[in-house]
């Protein structure tokens, strides 16, 4: 599980104009964050390693999502954080060859419906990344549908937004699938948040990058996707105004 928890956080300008002109931000901003990947319940590289989807689909069903819905959101009444940001939101369906949904694992409303018995939530704001949808048995005519979604919550008891952005990034990884080319599309999602309270607002950012190795063809050659992934990104909070809190299954390691 990939989370974040912090209770006080002092916010030192990250990605802003401020901190580009050299200039320190020092109040101290006391806000409760949390970040979580909700992870699909199977690696989605076995497809590329010849395994079929419908062996895929079978362990996204046994590693039982809903179950684990209840624990996470256990969690987060328990330390009630202020803003969440939530990586591999994902939806799932089977479907037939006459568009007759046999399945449907949607994590957002599943998470949803657990929050609303203990908690006070709402969505800020959603990215819709990576969409695919691919042959599952073709003797049955069953088709899987994947969408991949970034989302941030907030707890609407405490907290307003505004000025909520969703973006795409224009450098994804592209592989070979059947013969035909797969975008696996990330992005990222932001909202500006006001505290009820009646401290200084914060820019809350939350991305997944790619996962490090792999390679995105550019027009001056291969690149690692991660790598620009995370040049757009800083790029786009580069003039922030507001101090930037920026949280995400990020997929890298640390260097020594």
């Known amino acids: 599980m990939n989370r974040l928890i912090i209770k006080t956080l002092t916010v030192l300008m990250l990605f802003s104009a401020a901190a580009s002109a050299g200039k320190e931000f020092n109040e101290k901003i006391d806000v409760r964050v949390m970040s979580q990947n909700l992870y699909i319940g199977a690696d989605l590289g076995r497809l590329l390693a010849g395994e079929p989807p419908a062996a895929i689909l079978q362990t996204i069903q046994q590693t039982d999502f809903a179950a684990r819905a209840v624990e996470i959101a256990k969690e987060i009444h328990d330390f009630k954080p202020d803003v969440i940001g939530l990586q591999e ?9 006459s568009g007759n949904v046999l399945l449907e694992l949607d994590y ?4 949803m419906d657990e929050l ?8 800020a704001a959603v990215v819709n990344n990576a969409d695919v949808t691919l042959p599952i048995d073709p003797q049955a005519g069953t ?3 994947l969408l991949d979604r970034d989302v941030i919550l907030v707890r609407t008891k405490d907290i307003t937004t505004s000025n909520a952005t969703s973006v795409n990034y224009t450098n994804n990884l592209v592989v070979d699938f059947g013969g035909q080319p797969l975008e696996f599309t990330r992005g990222y999602t932001a909202v500006d948040v006001l505290l009820k309270k009646g401290e200084s607002g914060i820019r809350f950012v939350n991305t997944h990058l790619e996962v490090e190795d792999t390679p995105c063809l550019t027009a001056t050659g291969l690149q690692t996707c991660q790598d620009l992934q995370a040049t757009e990104l800083v790029a786009a909070l580069a003039n922030e ?3 930037v809190v920026l949280v995400g299954d990020f997929n890298a390691t640390l260097g020594t």
């Not at 939101?89 to 060859?97: E, G, I, M, P, Y």
């Not at 957002?108 to 998470?111: H, T, V």
């Open 143 to 145: 088709f899987g549908r």
């Open 108 to 111: 957002l409303a599943i998470l």
């Open 241 to 243: 105004q507001l101090p």
């Open 116 to 123: 609303a018995e203990k908690s006070d939530y709402t969505v």
């Open 89 to 97: 939101v994902s939806l799932v369906k089977l479907f037939d060859s």
